[in-house]
């Protein structure tokens, strides 16, 4: 039996939800990276890296090959670039809302919960 749409689109995001592998995805958006090249920016451990790629390797979101005694991960399609640009996106625009409501907020402290008017507020 296959798995419901909703039900697979909730494992890609359960893999996704880890900072490590999020971290890794946005170093692999720049193009193909060695392994001693993720862990200098990452600064995790090697064993933690290694487990957090798996997870990616499995999910088949990254590819990895072997040049030499070097292995080298990838984005697996462009797709993958796409939603980390969607998600940077959608981050911005809730980041943006928070810092306007803020602002109203901060000016309403200076105001008072009567407004400038002395009437009171609803």
Not at 46 to 63: D, F, K, M, N, Y
Not at 75 to 92: C, F, N, P, Q, Y
Request: glycine share 10%.
């Amino acid at each position: 039996m296959p798995v419901p749409l909703h039900q697979a689109k909730a494992a890609l995001f359960k893999t996704l939800g880890h900072p490590v592998r999020v971290r890794v995805l946005e170093l692999l958006c720049e193009g193909p990276q060695a392994v001693r090249d993720l862990l200098a920016a990452t600064g995790v451990e090697a064993s933690s890296l290694s487990q957090q790629l798996a997870v990616l390797r499995l999910a088949g979101i990254v590819t990895a090959r072997r040049e030499g005694s070097t292995v080298v991960y990838e984005l697996a399609g462009a797709d993958v670039s796409e939603l980390m640009r969607a998600a940077r996106r959608i981050l911005t625009d809730l980041l943006t809302g928070q810092g306007e409501l803020l602002a109203e907020l901060k000016a309403d402290a200076l105001t008072g919960p009567a407004g400038p008017t002395g009437e009171k507020r609803a």
